[in-house]
């Protein structure tokens, strides 16, 4: 059933709950009832076991799923992120050319690149892309709503923000700097547009999540480069950012920091299970690839989807304890689940 027009908001999405008072499940959940029949070509399936020893990240990954499993996140752990970007999610790779297209189910992402003034002249700039921006729109999103403010000051943080990516400010080495300008900067240029159908009718709107991008200039030599500042949110999309903000476990973030994809699962599992009511859904490889890369195509694509997908789904897994997700022949089951941050902290 669509949603009503008084139940969308410009990126279409419905408002999420914000608090156990405003949760309209019982304060008691509703036992998870399996399909009736669940037919043997829908068996699930159990991860095959790992027959090579543990790299650095995997027990990384076990330390923090166990201390995401023992402790609910503070105040400090806590993140977000908006709705529409936990559903379509940025490019995890570089992009030739200045667009970029993504959909899932009835709803599309077109992402085109910007040019930002350097004080003498409008430079292009690329498409976000990777773990880098997804963690920056976080940490930004977590400024603007734990501060009510729609400014951001980026310049003043970048230090402590390449810090908390684990990131080496003091080896004289500017290769973090220089990602982390480019990928704001992007941000800041990038005009992005949904498209979705609702009530029968297709809808387009047009969103610049970053209205004013204020910047120091820095004189390399060659060119004139920009070093963020500050930014602000644009009213719109700070707007639908309070009502539509999906909390997340920044300690989870951090620990999938290493794959794009993997974080992309997380966010999409922490928005959609805690939504299922009454049975299981079952989404089929086709469905997934639709969603998450539809890079992959001919005969081969979901099998080779599969291979990227599974490794990232575990990871995402590992540090959402409580999602109820399985394998099962030809999909994945998901099943009603908690999210991931408690309703009320």
Not at 27 to 38: F, G, L, T
Not at 39 to 57: G, M, N, Q
Not at 138 to 157: C, H, L
Request: glycine share 6%.
């Amino acid at each position: 059933m669509g949603l009503t027009t008084s139940q969308t908001d410009l990126f279409g999405a419905a408002p999420a709950a914000r608090s156990k008072a405003d949760d309209p499940r019982p304060n008691k959940p509703k036992p998870v009832q399996p399909p009736k029949a669940v037919p043997a070509s829908l068996a699930v399936i159990p991860p095959k076991p790992k027959a090579k020893e543990a790299t650095r990240r995997e027990l990384k990954l076990v330390e923090a799923s166990a201390e995401i499993a023992g402790a609910r996140p503070d105040g400090d752990e806590l993140a977000f992120m908006h709705t529409i970007m936990c559903q379509v999610g940025l490019p995890r790779s570089k992009v030739d050319g200045t667009s970029f297209e993504r959909h899932s189910g009835n709803s599309a992402l077109l992402v085109e690149a910007g040019k930002l003034w350097d004080g003498q002249q409008f430079v292009q700039q690329p498409i976000p892309y990777g773990t880098m921006p997804r963690l920056m729109l976080a940490w930004m999103n977590t400024y603007a709503v734990r501060f009510k403010t729609q400014e951001i000051p980026v310049g003043d943080s970048a230090s402590d923000f390449l810090r908390m990516l684990g990131k080496n400010v003091n080896g004289g080495k500017r290769s973090s700097y220089t990602t982390f300008r480019q990928q704001v900067q992007a941000l800041s240029a990038c005009r992005m547009t949904l498209g979705f159908n609702a009530n029968g009718k297709a809808q387009t709107y047009e969103g610049k999540p970053i209205k004013r991008f204020e910047a120091w200039l820095e004189n390399t030599g060659e060119q004139r480069s920009l070093w963020p500042a500050s930014i602000a949110f644009s009213d719109e999309y700070f707007s639908t950012l309070v009502d539509h903000a999906v909390p997340l476990d920044m300690r989870a973030l951090m620990a999938l920091k290493g794959s794009s994809l993997a974080m992309d699962v997380y966010v999409w599992l922490a928005e959609r299970l805690h939504r299922i009511e009454g049975r299981p859904l079952i989404l089929h490889w086709a469905n997934l690839r639709a969603q998450f890369a539809q890079e992959y195509q001919g005969k081969d694509a979901d099998k080779d989807f599969k291979k990227k997908f599974l490794p990232a789904l575990q990871a995402a897994l590992a540090v959402y304890p409580r999602a109820k997700v399985r394998q099962v022949t030809g999909g994945l089951l998901l099943m009603a689940s908690p999210p991931p941050v408690p309703y009320q902290l």
